[in-house]
């Protein structure tokens, strides 16, 4: 059974989070700087900033060409977004050494959302191809269609991979389910 | 007898920090490792460091050592390899091993060493099974030797080693069935344990691993749940289908040969165990000594190159290339870097902890450069 054919329980994931877990849960990422407010991203793309613990890194602030993220001295401070400057550009996702930025876009089209996320697996996913998503904790979400590969030098061997799913797993929806070769 | 003014003991990424730091103020160094390539564990650590821009965040480990072999070859710093020390002399004569069969002996005025760490040893029914390794073996096979350990693995630990070879492993096409950690909290970065759950490898926390199933190689595991006293709970064992298990518990200091040296040593855990006393300037209780790195308290490959920095600047100090308010200038932008790395709840531990070693009663001085 693919995802596709599965009712996903609920748009969101309760669990008891990062140190239990593994991946911090959506009680834990709203609570952060970097995650923008539903009124933002009901408005266009916008970088979701899944950086929950203080540990010393700030290279996402350098990134941003616009200016939309501050983490300042010290640099274990969590990274704080301006959702109103951030245009969704992407540059951010790669610069993450934690892998923790995604860029999503609510208003893709009527019925679907756009994510991009990180992907440092093989094989890559091709342009079209259906995958199945999946949410913080690795589990089957939705089905998604494969918009863009992106593996450019800037990256740094971080491939990016844009993805279109139905909008009501908007949030939940983190990653892909692995491709095995 | 080969003569030369700073012999650094074990090129990893202290080592050779700390080699390049002291050749830039022109002083002649010898550069000595066990392995046929310096480095270190820098060409394993495919995944990008954290810290900021002057800590080369963002960069993946092997492209930071490659950068530090192209300054070390540019420096014209002698390296050898396939070279183990195998004894010192607080008169600082250092015995060493080359290719397995040539005795030498090399004469130096400032010793550096950066001789690394260890990893635990953990010891269940069967861990003397073949697919049983340690984490970095597992590292190694993947990353150097580009060979699979195995097809489904069970990592112990989740520390960062843990979670990161985890990755690595799920990168290199071996499943990971589940990682399990003792304690009730996991130990590692959040967002490493985060890339490796959504990619569908499951943490347990409060549990350990009870016995390996299999007579001659390993064809599964036992892992059970630990109660508030760490005491197995029966009835709670799972059965695991894995053929390789990596064992992540912890590193110990690599510090015989300081030991050898007659180094004031004290126990510190969070640091790994024994550890060398030093001062700010990474100086040992023995003159001329110098530690850098996991030697010095098991930290980090950011870390360990800063503090190789340290040794190299104030071992070029030392024999005059540097007068003490240029190798103090140069000291304090190395710690501005060190504290912003050893800041915030993950790093106050081992902030603490070094600091500690300069406290003990007996401690060298502890000075204004800090």
Not at chain 2, 2 to 30: D, R
Not at chain 2, 308 to 323: F, P, V
């Amino acid at each position: 059974m693919t995802a596709s054919d599965k009712k996903p329980s609920t748009p969101l994931n309760p669990h008891p989070g990062v140190k239990i877990c593994g991946a911090p849960s959506h009680a834990e990422v709203i609570r952060t700087p970097g995650y923008p407010r539903e009124e933002i991203w009901r408005k266009g793309p916008v970088a979701f900033i899944e950086c929950v613990e203080e540990i010393p890194c700030n290279p996402c602030e350098g990134a941003c060409p616009q200016g939309a993220i501050t983490v300042g001295r010290p640099i274990t401070n969590l990274p704080v977004l301006d959702a109103e400057k951030c245009r969704g550009c992407r540059l951010c996702i790669a610069s993450c050494p934690g892998l923790a930025i995604f860029v999503k876009d609510y208003t893709y089209s009527a019925t679907e959302a756009k994510i991009t996320f990180p992907y440092e697996y093989w094989p890559l996913p091709a342009k079209g191809q259906q995958v199945t998503l999946v949410d913080e904790l690795g589990e089957a979400v939705c089905p998604g269609q494969v918009l863009q590969v992106m593996n450019t030098e800037r990256n740094k061997q971080t491939p990016l991979i844009t993805a279109s799913f139905p909008k009501e797993y908007f949030e939940r929806v983190k990653s892909m389910e692995r491709l095995r070769s | 007898m080969k003569k030369f003014e700073l012999a650094v003991v074990g090129g990893g990424p202290a080592g050779l920090s700390a080699a390049i730091e002291a050749a830039k103020h022109g002083v002649k160094t010898l550069v000595i490792d066990e392995n046929d390539r310096p480095g270190g564990q820098l060409f394993k650590q495919i995944h990008k460091f954290f810290g900021s821009s002057e800590h080369q965040a963002g960069i993946r480990g092997v492209e930071i050592g490659r950068r530090l072999l192209a300054e070390t070859a540019q420096l014209g710093i002698e390296t050898w390899l396939n070279s183990e020390v195998v004894g010192i002399s607080p008169e600082k004569t250092v015995w060493v091993v080359k290719d397995g069969t040539e005795s030498l002996e090399v004469q130096a005025e400032r010793i550096i060493l950066s001789t690394g760490a260890l990893e635990n040893a953990l010891n269940f029914p069967g861990w003397t099974l073949p697919g049983v390794m340690s984490a970095g073996a597992a590292q190694t096979m993947i990353n150097i030797h580009r060979v699979k350990p195995g097809r489904r693995a069970l990592m112990i630990g989740s520390g960062n080693v843990g979670v990161i070879v985890s990755y690595q492993l799920l990168q290199a096409g071996v499943e990971v069935a589940a990682i399990i950690e003792a304690a009730p909290r996991l130990g590692g970065y959040g967002v490493h344990t985060a890339k490796v759950r959504r990619a569908g490898a499951p943490f347990y926390v409060s549990h350990t691993i009870s016995k390996i199933l299999g007579e001659h190689k390993v064809e599964g595991a036992e892992i059970v749940a630990l109660d508030k006293r760490f005491l197995p709970i029966s009835g709670s064992e799972k059965t695991l289908e894995v053929d390789t298990i990596c064992v992540a518990t912890g590193l110990t200091p690599l510090a015989e040969l300081a030991w050898f040296l007659g180094c004031r040593f004290h126990f510190i855990p969070q640091l790994g165990g024994f550890v060398p006393d030093h001062d700010s300037h990474m100086e040992s209780s023995v003159p001329g000594v110098y530690l850098a790195g996991d030697i010095s308290g098991v930290e980090e490959a950011s870390t360990a190159m800063e503090e190789g920095r340290l040794a190299g600047i104030r071992a070029a100090a030392s024999l005059g290339r540097l007068s003490p308010e240029e190798a103090n200038t140069l000291e304090e932008t190395v710690w501005a870097r060190l504290n912003a790395l050893r800041s915030g709840p993950f790093g106050a531990v081992r902030r603490q902890a070094k600091e500690s070693i300069l406290q003990k009663e007996g401690a060298i001085a502890y000075d204004s450069v800090r």
